[in-house]
């Protein structure tokens, strides 16, 4: 986990405590719903949305690259959403 999670509605810091118990609800819908309500400034957000110190996600899948013959650009990333059509998080 990273060392600070923030609301991504008003940019303050969300308490570990209240991070765990969005968690806690989401486990039980088998993290079918990620959505929860900040103490910081009561907005309906989703653990997906709220901004993490390092890049992370919620995912049911995964897909690994390695060695991209071009590189690992822009493009390959749009590609990839438009062939699997939804939208993918770089992590």
Request: net charge negative; hydrophobic share 45%.
């Amino acid at each position: 986990m990273s060392d600070s999670i923030t609301c991504n509605v008003c940019g303050k810091p969300i308490a570990l405590e209240e991070w765990q118990e969005a968690m806690d609800a989401a486990y039980a819908t088998q993290f079918e719903d990620l959505h929860f309500v900040t103490a910081c400034c009561s907005s309906v957000t989703s653990l997906n949305s709220i901004v993490y110190e390092y890049p992370l996600g919620f995912a049911r899948f995964q897909i690994a690259i390695r060695n991209p013959a071009d590189g690992f650009t822009d493009e390959l990333v749009d590609r990839l959403q438009q062939v699997l059509n939804m939208p993918l998080r770089v992590i």
